[in-house]
């Protein structure tokens, strides 16, 4: 039987953790020799370039040296689209895979979708385009001044295949006029990789540099917060950012708050003068734990940061993933977000909704540290979600008429 040709995306670091799954259960096929066998190609766009953002996520998750790397870089969300969209047209004529898989919602995504939905195979390829998969399909926060919201929303509908996370997935499908055929519950590619690597994050030096250990104890950890900030709407606004960090300025005096910091973020801090709340460091060493300041760090590796999210008292986020990644780790999470496209976290999980006002952010981070954190693991999210897209595609990909 000829080979399932699949062509694997990935542009930014929330990807590769996602990818890491996928990239697992294609490996397990193959050795089970199961049917049909599938070859993969892998793509990497390059919209994460640098060490920390990208080639230590590749390192630490084991994933194999991309097959292509488009090299497309940082610019506008326009430059940056239509960059990846040149590029990539070439590289899908090139190879004529016959599934692009797409995971995410950055702008990686929605490109490479919006090119295999308008290629043309030329002959002799039996399809006239890829059947195009999105995983993390369905997830909305309803809110379309985010880029990702619009990435979200042109990837599921340009898709052929919508593997989701939770229910309120499945729903959004159906309220947007999406047939249920289309739709298969997986579970979370990104808690297959913690679950995955979660013992091999235990041995990282992460802790002892940071001076977190106790001494009397070296099993045991200083409390600690943990804080992520990203977001173009919370740290491209000189008075949003500077209130949010007020408030983690006030919540430094109860514990210390631990921040790596987002290239992006370190831009804006430098920016807008905001280095005297916190000042920005250029590498990892021992923390100064009698100061009230927030200590920052340069971005950390995959290993290093579960490491530290698995130990904190209290994470902090703008971020969709580690929503996720708390939840499954039942670590309390306060997201500085008036929304989230990933409510089970909420409804099932450890994470509060605060907003970036300032005395909602305290009081719900109070709020947080008093109360004991719920273990109740969304469904299916079991270290198996690779496994099952893989199986569907295996089993149902026969039946789909070529470029349908």
């Not at 801090?269 to 734990?289: C, H, P, T």
Request: aromatic share 4%; proline share 7%; glycine share 6%.
């Amino acid at each position: 039987m000829n080979p399932l040709k699949m062509m694997v995306v990935a542009g930014a670091r929330p990807n590769f953790m996602k990818i890491a799954s996928i990239v697992n259960a294609i490996e397990a096929h193959n050795q089970l020799q199961a049917i049909p066998p599938i070859r993969r190609i892998l793509v990497h766009t390059g919209q994460h370039y640098d060490e920390q953002m990208s080639n230590a996520f590749f390192r630490d998750l084991g994933i194999p040296k991309p097959d292509v790397d488009l090299e497309v870089g940082s610019g506008s969300h326009a430059q940056q689209t239509a960059e990846i969209m040149k590029r990539f047209e070439g590289v899908l004529l090139k190879e004529t895979p016959d599934v692009l898989l797409v995971v995410g919602d950055v702008n990686s995504t929605a490109a490479c979708s919006l090119v295999a939905s308008k290629i043309a195979y030329p002959p002799p390829s039996e399809r006239t385009r890829p059947v195009i998969a999105h995983v993390e399909a369905g997830l909305r926060s309803f809110d379309l001044s985010m880029p990702e919201e619009i990435n979200r929303l042109v990837t599921d509908a340009l898709s052929d295949f919508l593997f989701i996370t939770e229910d309120s997935a499945a729903e959004n499908l159906k309220n947007e006029g999406v047939s249920e055929n289309k739709i298969h519950w997986v579970g979370n590619t990104m808690v297959d990789t913690l679950l995955r690597h979660r013992a091999k994050a235990e041995k990282s030096a992460i802790l002892d540099k940071l001076g977190l250990r106790t001494s009397s104890d070296p099993a045991g950890v200083r409390p600690y917060a943990l804080v992520t900030l990203h977001r173009p709407s919370n740290v491209d606004n000189p008075k949003t950012f500077g209130g949010i960090l007020e408030a983690l300025s006030v919540l430094a005096r109860k514990l210390p708050i631990l921040f790596p910091v987002h290239p992006r973020t370190a831009s804006r801090i430098r920016e807008f003068g905001l280095e005297g709340s916190v000042r920005l460091a250029d590498e990892v060493g021992a923390l100064d734990l009698q100061s009230t300041q927030i200590h920052c760090v340069p971005p950390l590796g995959y290993l290093d940061f579960l490491c530290l999210t698995s130990h904190a008292r209290l994470v902090l986020t703008d971020s969709g993933g580690v929503q996720e990644e708390t939840t499954v780790l039942n670590v309390p999470c306060v997201t500085l977000r008036e929304n989230t496209e990933r409510p089970v976290t909420v409804s099932g999980g450890t994470n509060v909704l605060a907003g970036t006002r300032k005395e909602d952010i305290l009081r719900l981070a109070d709020q947080k540290l008093r109360e004991s954190p719920r273990k109740n693991a969304p469904k299916f999210w079991d270290g198996r979600a690779g496994t099952r897209i893989i199986e569907v595609l295996a089993r149902e990909l026969g039946k789909i008429p070529p470029g349908q």
